[in-house]
């Protein structure tokens, strides 16, 4: 099955879309690929697409993202050279959803720095704080 999916970097990452594009022109990967100005579409087998995707996100775990896109790049249901120019449906919420990402990004670092969560303590047993608590006032 062919899938279409979108990978979207944050604008504070160091890699640019043409960054992206070059690692996929000069994959093993026989994808379609199309640049745009907040990421690539990429189309494909859903194997060799999965394979891509997660070597592409290992050049910056927390500034790439990949969306699911319905359809292929150039069809016509979507095409805005065949709809008369404007934006294609969808572009505006990309827009603004690529606006959130650069804090999604510093949230993803920074936990990735983070120290571990210490295991939850459980609660102390009644008969134990009796204890301590006759202890404590003998």
Do not use: H, W
Request: aromatic share 6%; proline share 7%.
């Amino acid at each position: 099955m062919r899938v279409t999916k979108y990978v979207i970097t944050s604008s504070e990452s160091d890699i640019l879309p043409s960054d992206i594009a070059m690692k996929i022109y000069g994959s093993k990967y026989d994808v379609s690929v199309k640049e745009t100005c907040f990421g690539v579409i990429v189309n494909g087998e859903e194997k060799e697409i999965e394979a891509l995707v997660k070597d592409i996100r290992a050049m910056d775990p927390s500034g790439i993202f990949i969306k699911d896109r319905g359809f292929p790049p150039g069809d016509p249901r979507r095409c805005r050279g065949r709809r008369g120019g404007g934006a294609r449906p969808g572009f505006y919420m990309i827009e603004s959803e690529s606006k959130m990402l650069p804090m999604i990004s510093r949230a993803l670092a920074s936990d990735a720095e983070a120290p571990a969560i210490p295991e939850k303590k459980k609660p102390i047993q009644m008969k134990k704080l009796e204890e301590i608590v006759k202890e404590e006032l003998s």
